[in-house]
Nanobody
């Protein structure tokens, strides 16, 4: 599975960004998709995940501000990020697993190279 993120950038606090991830190499509908992030000096952490049918799960710090979605016809997954805060600054990674469950993922089978999101105060 190959994953490629896009849509990162610099935004002011309170602003919005939408990340996209293009997947290839395996039937997209068979994959549960997710997003992780890693800030400098910290471990990579789970952000959100979505099943093939659209069930979603979020970490507490982004619930209500971020929305994960997917387009199974285009092999794309999105992360809409609203009300961004400086503490959301990180490299955001697209992730894929063979199954979805309603909890934070401890790891992922497949990773994208990441895209930088910087939120200025």
């Amino acid at each position: 599975v190959q994953l490629v993120e896009s849509g990162g950038g610099l935004v002011q606090a309170g602003g919005s960004l939408r990340l996209s991830c293009a997947a290839s190499g395996r039937t997209f509908r068979s994959l549960a998709m997710g997003w992780f992030r890693q800030a400098p000096g910290t471990e990579r952490e789970f952000v959100a995940s979505i099943s093939w049918s659209g069930s979603a799960y979020y970490t507490d710090s982004v619930r209500g501000r971020f929305t994960i979605s997917r387009d199974n016809n285009k092999n794309l997954v999105y992360l809409q990020m609203n009300s961004l805060k400086p503490e959301d600054t990180a490299v955001y990674y697209c992730a894929a697993n063979g199954f979805w469950y309603s909890a934070e993922w401890p790891r992922s089978e497949f990773w994208g190279p990441g895209t930088q999101v910087t939120v200025s105060s």
